[in-house]
């Protein structure tokens, strides 16, 4: 939503002005230079990324027409889901919780969470841990670097789709200029026609050069930035999960584990303390 409503801004406040100050619609209507354009730009982003690129970045496109998925509530469901976990494990022992661990998609424990329990990549970040804890082969420092290395492996494949989408946004700028000489070259080779349409030709060229860069820095570059936001809250969101579990494993008491999980998150989605006791506690009765 707010994608479509700042292309409408950027679209209406770049037109607007032109036809405040006098410009013609029609002077700027060029297919065959945003052909060159979109179309010498599309082909270099073919080159430059591997298929696993690719079908990352036409995986991530449709969800950036939607609202974040990372809300107030979603964090309470899963820390009300980890404090259900650890507080299970440390009444009845680490072992109680392996079935939940092994079939959580079985498990009553995880099923009483649906908002996050649907997520396969997060509750496979948070059983696969808790499998490990449960072990007691490895201490917390262990985990907690091999927790680092996974969550920078996430964030840099979430940041993929950003990265090949602001490339593409760079080189928009220099592919109008392209289209613009190509405009110039043509309209060189056309001297003995009258001035009026030299100075048509002329006009024409220069959209190319317009069209690049409102297309790279009105349309294509603000994507690669909200991908960016997108990545950096599926990161927020495991950082949460390392801390809530490393806090359990250092012996702090569940409810005061969730709480460590809890202040790592961004202040916008941050739920106040007595609104996830509350909360944990509705879902516990």
Request: proline fraction near 4%.
């Amino acid at each position: 939503m707010f994608v479509l409503l700042g292309y409408l801004l950027v679209v209406g406040s770049v037109l607007g002005g032109y036809l405040l100050a006098g410009g013609h619609i029609a002077a700027l209507i060029q297919p065959l230079e945003l052909l060159i354009i979109a179309g010498a730009a599309l082909g270099a982003f073919v080159v430059s990324n591997s298929g696993k690129a690719l079908k990352a970045v036409l995986g991530t496109l449709p969800s950036l027409f939607r609202g974040s998925k990372y809300s107030k509530e979603r964090y309470m469901a899963l820390m009300a889901l980890l404090y259900d976990v650890l507080s299970k494990a440390r009444k009845e022992g680490l072992m109680s919780i392996e079935s939940d661990v092994d079939h959580p998609a079985e498990s009553a424990l995880f099923q009483r969470h649906p908002t996050v329990s649907g997520d396969p990549h997060l509750i496979e970040f948070v059983t696969d841990y808790l499998r490990m804890m449960s072990s007691g082969n490895l201490n917390a420092l262990e985990i907690e670097n091999l927790m680092d290395n996974e969550i920078e492996t996430h964030h840099h494949e979430a940041m993929v789709p950003s990265h090949a989408i602001q490339k593409m946004a760079d080189g928009l700028p220099a592919f109008g200029i392209v289209a613009a000489v190509m405009g110039v070259v043509h309209t060189m080779g056309s001297v003995g026609k009258p001035p009026a349409e030299l100075g048509q030709m002329i006009a024409h060229a220069l959209v190319g050069t317009f069209l690049g860069i409102l297309l790279a820095y009105g349309f294509v570059s603000p994507l690669a930035t909200l991908l960016e936001h997108k990545a950096d809250e599926s990161t927020k969101e495991l950082q949460c999960v390392k801390v809530t579990l490393l806090a359990s494993m250092q012996g702090y008491a569940p409810s005061i584990a969730v709480e460590f999980g809890r202040k790592v998150l961004y202040s916008t989605e941050r739920p106040s303390f007595v609104e996830l006791e509350a909360h944990v506690k509705q879902k516990k009765a």
